[in-house]
């Protein structure tokens, strides 16, 4: 009864994210409105983390089995991507070091922040 508790307040979340992509015209995934919800709502501690943890983590343990479809559409579309093959390395490459250099420096940030606060 737990896990059904915990996933119907993921999934009243996901909801609210579908709505409100329907609502505000932003090209904004729902996904991402729903986790910034949940986010926001654990840190605020209007849910605590053990209403969602255990639904959470069956659902992280699933994560690897959502990729099999999207593995599938690339394969069925070889012929198509095999002409665009060194633009999507390119493009690939350049957008993986963006991504890690970004999370590099906000993450010593967080860490010298966290160092200063403690020092005070």
Do not use: D
Not at 41 to 54: D, F, Q, W
Not at 66 to 88: D, H, Q, Y
């Amino acid at each position: 009864m737990k896990y059904i508790i915990q996933f119907e307040i993921i999934l009243a979340i996901s909801l609210v994210g579908e709505l409100l992509n329907r609502l505000i015209p932003l090209p904004i995934p729902a996904s991402i409105y729903g986790m910034i919800m949940l986010f926001t709502a654990l840190c605020t501690g209007v849910i605590k983390l053990s209403m969602v943890r255990e639904a959470g983590k069956s659902l992280i343990y699933l994560m690897p089995l959502m990729f099999v479809s999207p593995a599938v559409g690339l394969l069925e579309n070889w012929p198509v991507m095999k002409e665009f093959l060194v633009a999507i390395i390119v493009i690939s490459l350049v957008s993986t070091l963006a991504v890690m250099a970004v999370t590099g420096h906000i993450t010593q940030f967080i860490i010298s922040r966290k160092g200063k606060e403690g020092k005070e």
